[in-house]
């Protein structure tokens, strides 16, 4: 009755509003999540009118009359909020959504408007994608993502690849410091642990003008959690187990604030994982142990228009090799290749043994950012990290226990950055410096594979980006200056300090169109260059990992090559956008192509006779290489309860001047999932998922030259050692179930991979060579989440 | 305000963490010295002493080898030597040694094999030539080594190789060759079985 009137009263003074007044009433509102943070790129409808969030998550409607309107708020990720309000309000709406369970993220619409690609394109691993990957390496999570597929070596090693680039042409931020590992390595996966993320973000697309040339190929952003601003103790736990290599996995986070400062946070973390030998459907693969032990710690203060932050973090980890994988001869590799079963097969063991590996790497944050009125924000970054990596091999007694590698790698990045916004422009205009310093720790008794040596980078760069209209414009520019100093030994007896100078740049464009408030185009012309590696200039000698010869461009034939053959790889990428993203179905397509002057790779020039038989000889040399290629995924919400979410990548490569293909390209791939959602009386969210990874035979492989046909190879193409392995068809499961309790939640989760038990290798796995892929795996997780807020 | 307490501190640690930084970075790394690889094969000899039989003359020890000489761990054609022919109807106590001659001073791989001889296994392998070889020596579990064999000529003149091939099977040692393991030396030398000798 009383709510009659009312409305009575409301709909009475509404109506004489609109006879006696004007439409002039302003209605600015800001779009955030629960955790505070606000949504840029959101889309708010009103009567059929729709604008889009500012990078503040704010928005403006004019011209409205007094009186009820309704509203209705998207987000992709988030659930569609659809409310009315009375105007005039006295004060700016705030329109909070409520994270939706998916499986799939879509494209990140506007992303962080200062720091990455909005024009790149860019995918979002959630917190809640990254869950399910809970355990499981960085390498292994980020396989997700269309057009993101993984180097592996044996099933502990995953190594990112974007696009078909990867080792050192794509960059990893670790918390806004660049990543400095040996990444150059085949075989070095990055050391990050997953567990410190709460969001990854893959920029597939030259980033190089934002960070150097190491992100020539993308850029991974690892992110951790904000620091929360409440001053009460909170965190979460995550435990799983897994059957296929009886590891276990524990992480834990702990934050609060301090009740005598105010503004004042901290966090800390640590994560542990053991893990034995796993098994393909066949058989043992003996020595393929993991395990790890890391911690970070996090200290943040923050006012209004300045804060600052610091942050360590320390990764240690051990992991095996394929004991079969161990050849040292071309006869024991060609006869391992040519086995159906690894030469070497024991029993299950938690046990690691040579050949292994075993990386220590601490990183240490500082950061600090201040606001400046009518300028923007400056932000300064230092990071200090120290990499030690050994790698152990099988020595004769007298050589046991001694590294067969090891190597020390000092780096330090200092950012500087000012993030700046003027009327519809936004920028961030900066420099970049790195120092590194790495050398070979003595005492291996073997000649190391890379040689010591300084290298200093410093560039300087500018981003504008432009809103106008539905139009959203890019450009950027950077130069960069590199100083490379090697300690090298000619003939293992004099030492030389060539160094060297390169001085290069690096340009951007790029445009966004928003067709309607459904769908956009987005297109990114990038062009970059990038100096070769230390490891492409000086690589020596035999390396028994590859069961090859490896000599740097600086190598060849025994002399040093004269400095001034050395060209830089230029590389321009076009990468064109399209995304459309409706009530119950959403599709993201992008498809590329890119052309590389002067690409690094790996030729073949013949063989060598050693004392322990033919070696293959590979030099590295510069061709003109194109890779092109198309991906993305589609998203259907079925019915209230089911949806499907479909990924799928293709890529061609090609080595242009020799008419060739290039080595370890990945193939094309797809996988479909269907999700059953519930969500019970009790307020209970309950999943069950069925997906279905298909790989297809890499057509475009090597031809094929066995380790006994090498001395007889006469050609200049570049082969394999066995052909590419066949396609596959796997069938993985997953239920899932998050209970709220109180005001914290507790998510378990039953995983199954591999479900048929499926024989297969993978023709991005360096050991296909000697071993199928793991068999049947069940994961049980865990995770307990009692963050004060969110 | 307890703030600019907390600011003052970061800062102090900033800059504190900044100076160790620049520290480290002027100390660290001195120039590195050259390797010495201690596990590396360079010379492999083989030694080959007739039998005779009471009252004969003392014959000429045959050798077959390679000597890196140029240390470029390649087997250059070169670097391979014979000393010369094997006769006839003859028996020859071969022996074994494998040297590492890259650092300052020799080292004796052969000895450690016979003191990892349990690892180890000398396979050989002849093609065309008339020579039959049998190991003598063995390892303390009683499985065959190969340092030291017997080589035996059959009465016809030939020619052929002989590959020796050094088998390293640590826990996997059967007696067979191949077998299981690794190669770590392989080695073929021309032969020839000539008359004469007497």
């Known amino acids: ?790 | 305000m307890k703030n600019q307490t907390l600011l003052r501190m970061l800062n102090r640690l900033t800059l504190f963490l900044f100076v160790i930084t620049i520290s480290l970075i002027a100390a660290c790394s001195d120039d590195p010295e050259s390797t010495n690889e201690e596990e590396v094969i360079t010379t492999v000899l083989v030694a080959l002493d007739p039998e005779e039989a009471a009252g004969e003359d003392e014959g000429e020890i045959i050798t077959l080898s390679w000597d890196d000489v140029n240390l470029d761990a390649i087997v250059d054609a070169s670097e391979v030597t014979v000393s010369g022919p094997l006769f006839t109807d003859k028996t020859y106590d071969a022996t074994i040694q494998i040297l590492n001659k890259s650092g300052d001073s020799e080292i004796d791989i052969s000895q450690e094999i016979e003191e990892e001889a349990e690892e180890h296994i000398f396979c050989f392998a002849v093609s065309d030539a008339g020579i039959s070889i049998t190991i003598q020596d063995e390892d303390k579990n009683g499985l065959p080594l190969g340092l030291k064999s017997i080589w035996s000529t059959t009465s016809l003149e030939s020619t052929g190789t002989v590959t020796i091939t050094l088998r390293h099977q640590p826990g996997v040692k059967t007696g067979d060759c191949p077998g299981a393991g690794e190669t770590d030396a392989t080695l073929t030398f021309p032969v020839a079985v000539t008359f004469g000798g007497e």
Not at chain 1, 713 to 723: I, L, R, T
Request: with cysteine; glycine share 10%; proline share 4%.
């Open chain 1, 1 to 790: 009755m009383i709510r009659g009137s009312i409305f009575l009263l409301f709909w009475g003074l509404g109506f004489s509003a609109l006879h006696g007044q004007n439409c002039t009433l302003v209605l600015s509102g800001v779009v955030q999540d629960k955790g505070g943070n606000v949504l840029p790129g959101a889309t708010v409808l009103l009567s059929g009118k729709a604008i889009v969030t500012s990078a503040n998550g704010t928005f403006e409607f004019q011209e409205l009359c007094p009186g009820k309107i309704e509203l209705t708020v998207r987000y992709i990720g988030y659930q569609e909020s659809q409310f009315e309000i009375g105007l005039p309000l006295s004060e700016q709406l705030v329109v909070t959504l409520i994270h939706s369970e998916t499986t799939l993220d879509a494209v990140e619409v506007s992303g962080n408007i200062t720091h990455s690609g909005l024009t790149n394109a860019t995918y979002r691993l959630t917190q809640e994608e990254l869950d399910h990957f809970g355990g499981r390496s960085l390498g292994e999570a980020l396989n997700r993502v269309p057009g993101v597929s993984a180097l592996q070596t044996g099933p502990a090693i995953f190594k990112p690849v974007i696009d078909g680039l990867h080792s050192q042409r794509i960059l990893i931020l670790n918390n806004g410091i660049r990543q400095e590992g040996q990444q150059w390595g085949i075989e070095h996966a990055p050391e990050i642990d997953p567990f410190i993320a709460s969001e990854i973000r893959v920029v597939k697309g030259s980033e190089a003008v934002r960070y150097g040339s190491d992100a020539i190929g993308g850029v991974i952003i690892v992110d951790t959690p904000p620091m929360h601003q409440a001053q009460k103790f909170g965190g979460e736990l995550n435990a799983g187990i897994f059957s296929n290599d009886r590891m276990g996995v524990f992480s834990g986070l702990l934050e609060g604030g301090f009740k005598k400062f105010e503004n004042t946070n901290w966090r800390i973390q640590s994560s542990a994982k053991k893990g034995g030998d796993y098994s393909a459907p066949d058989y043992v693969l003996s020595n393929t142990g993991v395990q790890e032990l890391n911690f970070s710690g996090a200290l943040g203060w923050q006012e209004d228009d300045h804060g600052a932050e610091i942050y360590f973090s320390s990764f240690n980890t051990e992991i095996g090799i394929l004991r079969a994988s161990h050849t040292g001869s071309p006869g024991d590799l060609d006869s391992a290749i040519r086995s159906p079963q690894p030469l070497y097969i024991e029993d299950f063991t938690y046990a690691i043994d040579p050949p292994s590996q075993k990386i220590n790497h601490q990183l240490l944050k500082v950061s600090g950012f201040k606001k400046i009125s009518g300028v923007g924000t400056l932000n300064v970054l230092y990071g200090g990290q120290l990499n030690q990596r050994k790698e152990y091999d099988i020595r004769r007694q007298s050589q046991a226990g001694k590294a067969a590698l090891s190597l020390k790698l000092f780096s330090n990045t200092l950012d500087v950055f000012l993030d700046h916004r003027i009327a519809r422009m936004e920028g961030s205009i900066g420099i970049n410096g790195t120092y590194k310093d790495n050398s070979n720790v003595p005492g291996t008794d073997i000649r190391p594979l890379i040689p010591n040596y300084k290298q200093f980078n410093a560039g300087l760069f500018i981003i504008e980006k432009l809103r106008k209209n539905n139009w959203l414009l890019e450009a950027g520019a950077r130069v960069d200056h590199q100083y490379l100093q090697v300690l090298t030994f000619i003939n293992n007896q004099d030492l030389v300090k060539p160094a060297f100078n390169f001085t290069y740049v690096s340009g951007s464009l790029g445009a966004s169109y928003y067709m309607n408030d459904f769908a956009r185009i987005t297109s990114h012309l990038g062009v970059s260059m990038r100096p070769p590696h230390v490891s492409e200039l000086y690589s020596e000698g035999l390396h028994h990992g590859a069961a090859a010869i490896e000599r740097g461009l600086m190598n060849q034939d025994g002399f040093q090559t004269d400095q001034s053959l050395i060209r830089k790889e230029v590389s321009t990428k076009l990468t064109n956008g399209f995304q459309f993203i409706g009530k119950s179905f959403s599709l993201e397509v992008s498809a590329y192509a890119n052309h590389i002057s002067n690409y690094v790779f790996l030729k073949p020039t013949g063989s060598q006779l050693t004392i322990r038989g033919y070696f293959p000889v590979f030099d590295y040399a510069q061709t003109e290489a194109i890779l092109t290629g198309i991906d993305g995924l589609v998203h259907w919400d079925l019915n209230k309860h089911v949806e499907y979410a479909g990924t799928f990548a293709y890529l061609y490569a090609k080595d242009v001047t020799h008419n060739d293909v290039l080595t370890f390209i990945p193939p094309a791939q797809m996988e479909h999932a269907i999700t059953w959602h519930q969500l019970t009386k009790r307020n209970q969210d309950f999943f069950i998922t069925i997906s279905v990874p298909v790989a297809f035979t890499q057509t475009r492989a090597p031809i094929t030259v066995y380790p006994s046909e090498v001395d007889e190879y006469e050609g200049s193409k570049v082969f394999d050692f066995a052909p590419a392995p066949d396609g596959y068809v796997l069938l993985n499961t997953e239920i899932g179930v998050k209970f709220p309790l109180k005001d914290r939640t507790l998510s378990i989760a039953l995983e199954g991979q591999n479900l048929l038990n499926t024989s297969y290798r993978v023709y991005m796995n360096r050991l296909r060579y000697f071993a199928d892929e793991p068999g049947m795996n069940f994961m049980l997780r865990v995770k307990y989440n009692f963050h004060s807020h969110e």
